[in-house]
């Protein structure tokens, strides 16, 4: 088993998909004592407390949003540490449910409130901080020391000495503790790591491009050896990507032949109990690469194909130029409940398409015009157009009509039959052209596919807030999303939704920092 070996992944799509059938014969059921614990807790370590006083990102939050990978040569210090840690993974509301239950919420949408992406910190020394690799604890606002020293040069020599890595003074890792997701969602929760540490990521991309720091996603790097850095076992969790911050003159050094202990601190159980799914284990070891020599030929665009020209195009509306302070946006976004069956002004669902689809900086990517996926969208009320189903063209920022008329019930019923897509304004569907990323990234590039959507989702989801609308990230019924968009969409894999619309007046006030994922 490979990464080459592409017939894993998608072995693993084609047995995670949902249908009517498979949803209504699961037999699953939420054994709600034995509810994983959303925090991981070093029971040996001492906390060191970040400070609170940082400033809140007074940046236009669509202007945030769209903005490119700065180029400025800037270093974060500790305070500017907290402010990135704290506005895409802090806590920052909760909610006491009849009972007596208490559900923190976070400052990006998670699956389930389940939260199964843990961020540690790769730093040489900056102002506030030593040099040394940390684990964030949400709960207690604290990094806690997993080791002592700058591990930057071994961190960027696992990327195959990757440039922004070693440029950086301070590198973020994101991990997945699957059990987290997989005791709601079961085997398919792979794919829902992706989507909720895309979410993160769409914040802290945001929050970055607010302060002029240089951040970027990196998928490029040999898991093992990122994994025993941050003393990860690689199977239960995992690191997913590199997210390097800043650039300073004084790079890391070339990686030094020196042997790296294996870290062995006491953890807290998440629960009593843990369920295995071989179809996560095996895909996660499918994607994974292993070799130095797997690297820097992974790390290439994918070329999009000449996009189908079939349909009225509709050039989108001239986007909206002014919108909330993007730390306001954070604080007040939730994940809609209730969407009240208002029209959307064209100019809005314009300006959320457009700021969301400016193109992300990741080492499988290069420049806006490239991309894992294609947009197509059901319109249910959205004034100026046509109610129907579209394909969004992000290169010529424009939709074209594929076919027209009422599909309220059509977008409830692909949704998993949920009310929220029937309801919404318009649903965003992301599928992708999973032969022609698997023929060119291998297994890895099935992650690669999933985390784009769900930065992109993230992205959705901050300029709907921005401009005071709701957003809702949903699954679907797979291959009966690619038939209601085929023949255009013929060939294509669904890979994640979002709606958007109007929050009803009710669900003011209900939001949680949670997706929508399930009924």
């Not at 992708?432 to 060119?440: A, E, F, I, T």
């Amino acid at each position: 088993m490979n990464n080459r070996d592409t017939e894993e992944a998608k072995r693993y799509h084609e047995v995670t998909k949902h249908s009517p059938r498979s949803v209504r014969q699961s037999g699953h059921y939420l054994d709600w004592d034995n509810r994983p614990s959303p925090d991981k807790f070093y029971t040996g370590l001492a906390p060191i407390p970040l400070p609170r006083d940082f400033p809140h990102p007074g940046t236009d939050a669509l202007q945030a949003v769209s903005s490119p990978d700065s180029l400025q040569e800037k270093s974060p210090g500790l305070k500017e540490l907290s402010q990135m840690l704290f506005f895409s993974a802090g806590e920052t509301k909760k909610k006491v449910y009849p009972g007596g239950e208490e559900i923190r919420f976070r400052a990006a949408a998670a699956a389930g409130a389940l939260y199964p992406i843990e961020i540690y910190a790769v730093s040489t020394e900056i102002p506030g901080l030593e040099a040394g690799i940390y684990h964030f604890s949400p709960r207690d606002f604290a990094l806690r020391r997993l080791r002592a020293g700058d591990y930057r040069p071994e961190l960027a020599g696992a990327a195959g000495d990757n440039q922004a890595v070693a440029a950086a003074p301070l590198t973020l890792v994101l991990s997945a503790i699957f059990w987290r997701s997989a005791w709601k969602y079961q085997g398919r929760s792979y794919r829902y790591c992706f989507w909720d540490s895309g979410t993160l990521l769409g914040n802290l991309l945001a929050v970055a491009a607010a302060e002029a720091l240089s951040c970027s996603v990196e998928m490029a790097f040999v898991d093992s050896k990122v994994n025993h850095l941050l003393g990860l076992d690689g199977a239960k969790e995992t690191s997913l990507c590199l997210v390097p911050l800043g650039r300073s003159l004084a790079w890391a050094e070339h990686a030094r032949s020196r042997e790296i202990p294996a870290l062995d601190y006491e953890v807290a159980p998440l629960s009593e109990r843990e369920a295995d799914y071989p179809e996560i284990r095996r895909m996660r070891a499918a994607s994974s690469l292993v070799e130095d020599e797997e690297v820097r030929p992974w790390r290439a665009p994918c070329p999009r194909p000449e996009e189908d020209a079939r349909g009225a195009a509709l050039p989108l509306a001239a986007p909206l130029q002014r919108s909330t302070p993007l730390g306001e946006v954070i604080l007040k976004r939730g994940s809609t409940r209730r969407f009240a069956r208002a029209a959307l002004s064209h100019a809005r669902l314009s300006t959320i398409l457009d700021h969301s689809t400016r193109g992300i900086p990741a080492d499988f990517l290069e420049g806006p015009e490239t991309s894992l996926l294609d947009l197509y969208l059901i319109i249910n009320a959205v004034d100026g157009l046509e109610p129907g189903a579209y394909y969004f063209s992000p290169t010529q920022r424009r939709l074209s009509l594929l076919k027209g008329g009422s599909f309220r019930d059509q977008a409830g019923y692909l949704c998993l039959e949920q009310g929220l897509a029937a309801d919404a304004s318009a649903v965003v569907f992301f599928l992708s052209d999973l032969d022609r990323v698997l023929k060119r990234f291998g297994n890895r590039g099935y992650r690669a596919a999933q985390l784009e959507a769900g930065i992109t989702g993230g992205r959705l989801y901050l300029s709907a807030y921005a401009l005071g609308l709701g957003a809702s990230g949903l699954t679907f019924y797979d291959d009966d999303v690619v038939n209601f968009f085929s023949p255009h969409a013929q060939g294509k894999d669904a890979i994640f939704v979002v709606a958007l619309g109007q929050a009803a007046r009710r669900d003011r006030g209900l939001k949680g920092s949670t997706l929508n994922i399930e009924p």
